[in-house]
């Protein structure tokens, strides 16, 4: 029996993405470094900022200290707060979908973003009611393919709201391959959705989908 459902954030709810790539193109722009979204999509989609910055210095062999890291990770958020005025989308069925279950199951965010970048969007789209709570990069150590985030998920889901529950009576709704990966590492059930890549790069998921609208008329017995 499913009792929870876990949401990524960027690329499953909202098409916040080239806001992100936005930032980060202006962040490394101050370094003397350029950024594509070609290589962005193809190298860096899954990482929080942290590791985003950590893997493209080191793929551009440039050293940077924890604290200079620390201050691009600060820059980038300052650049992401100034863009978020510039039309984020809710993915298509995304409000539907939480209508219709979001008071049937215990409902949170386990995602790679900082939890406050989150928090603010929610926010704006008037989606906060529909979410217990929000984990986010802020909280955790290690990025996706890391279960860490979802299992900190469950983690708070036991102490919080229902001391039963287990990892295979979540579902976890995720856009990225390392996402899916991250969530079957912690056991749990996953829907894939390909608002990011194709299906293939998805098939380590119970179900993909291309959307909310394909799953909600037989979910959760889809899986």
Known sequence: ??????????????????????????S?????????????????????????FRNFLDDNRRRATEREIERLVEEKGVFFEEMIGEGIKIFPGVLEFLEVFGERFHVAIGSGALSTEINLILRCKGLSRFFSFVIGADETENPKPSPEVYLKCLEKFKK????????????????????????????????????????????????????????????????
């Open 28 to 52: 490394v722009e101050t370094l003397g470094l350029s950024l594509s979204p070609t290589e962005y999509y193809l190298r860096y989609l899954a990482c929080d900022d942290r590791s985003f």
């Open 1 to 26: 029996m499913i009792k929870a459902l876990i949401f990524d954030f960027d690329g499953v709810i909202v098409d916040s993405e080239p806001l992100h790539l936005k930032s980060f193109q202006k």
């Open 160 to 223: 919080d709201y229902d001391a039963t529950v287990t990892p295979g009576q979540c579902v976890v709704f995720e856009d990225s391959p390392h996402g899916v990966l991250a969530a079957k590492r912690a056991g749990m059930n996953c829907v894939g959705i390909t608002n990011s890549c194709d299906g293939s790069e998805l098939r380590l998921a119970d179900r993909v989908a291309g959307s909310f609208l394909e799953i909600i008329d037989d979910f959760p017995e889809v899986l």
